[in-house]
């Protein structure tokens, strides 16, 4: 069975300070998904990894995929108010995906 | 605009009773997902389609029926056999299910039991 964790589980930060949030997930997978949820709303893509050592970044978040060591990392730099919010890891194979249980990411001024 | 729409936003069930979440998508995508979300917790898979006619049970299908008659449909029917089904549920499509095929969510759907 396919276990996805992500850790921390809440995190409550300063503007201006970097963090990153970690995604470990247990059978090999090739493909990993960053999604952001707002409170009360649907799912928005950020990042689809699709290979060891991928890496993308948007904005102030960066996103990495280690398939060795089953890893990813998603990385906040700077980090500013409007990024509050919780960020879901996902992986899988093509009959739906497995997720975290959600990084629930609060930046206070 | 193309994107994926679930209906209604909120809908309320009486115990024992059989209820049907709508979720449409005029992306043209081949596979369409239904996922449960618990209040802290991640999402969970109930069924998919890769393709019409077709549907394969998730991680917690039972108490949940599906219908694929159409591209563009994925119905979710919660059965009076689901003991807890408050919860908000999200439907999503993916162009065809493969790798690297991101899969698009709908506004979501919240259930509650009354």
């Known amino acids: 069975e396919l276990k996805v964790e992500q850790n921390p589980l809440f995190l409550s930060m300063q503007e201006g300070k970097n963090y990153t949030i970690y995604c470990n997930y247990s059978?090999?997978?090739?493909?990993l998904y960053w999604y952001r949820q707002d409170p009360g709303k649907s799912l928005e893509s950020l990042f689809v990894?699709?290979?060891?050592?991928a890496v993308k970044q948007e904005g102030r978040l960066m996103a990495s995929l280690d398939t060795k060591a089953r890893l990813s990392t998603l990385h906040i730099t700077a980090a500013v108010h409007d990024l509050s919010a919780t960020y879901f890891c996902?992986?899988?194979?093509?009959?739906?995906?497995?997720f975290g249980k959600g990084t629930h990411l609060i930046i206070q001024p | 605009d193309g994107g994926i729409t679930q209906s209604p936003k909120y809908l309320f069930r009486k115990e024992g009773q059989n209820v049907t979440l709508s979720c449409e998508q005029n992306l043209n995508h081949d596979a369409m997902y239904w996922y449960r979300q618990d209040p802290g917790q991640g999402l969970r898979l109930i069924y998919y389609s890769q393709i019409v006619n077709d549907f394969q049970k998730g991680d917690i299908a039972e108490g949940y029926s599906v219908s694929r008659e159409k591209k563009e449909s994925f119905p979710l029917t919660v059965t009076s056999a689901q003991k807890n089904p408050t919860a908000f549920y999200l439907c999503?499509?993916?162009?065809?299910?493969?790798?690297?095929?991101?899969?698009?969510f709908g506004q979501g759907t919240r259930l509650t039991v009354v």
């Open positions: 059978t090999t997978s090739d493909r």
């Open positions: 996902a992986t899988g194979p093509t009959d739906g995906l497995t």
């Open positions: 990894l699709l290979s060891n050592g």
């Open positions: 999503a499509s993916s162009i065809d299910g493969v790798a690297g095929s991101v899969a698009f």
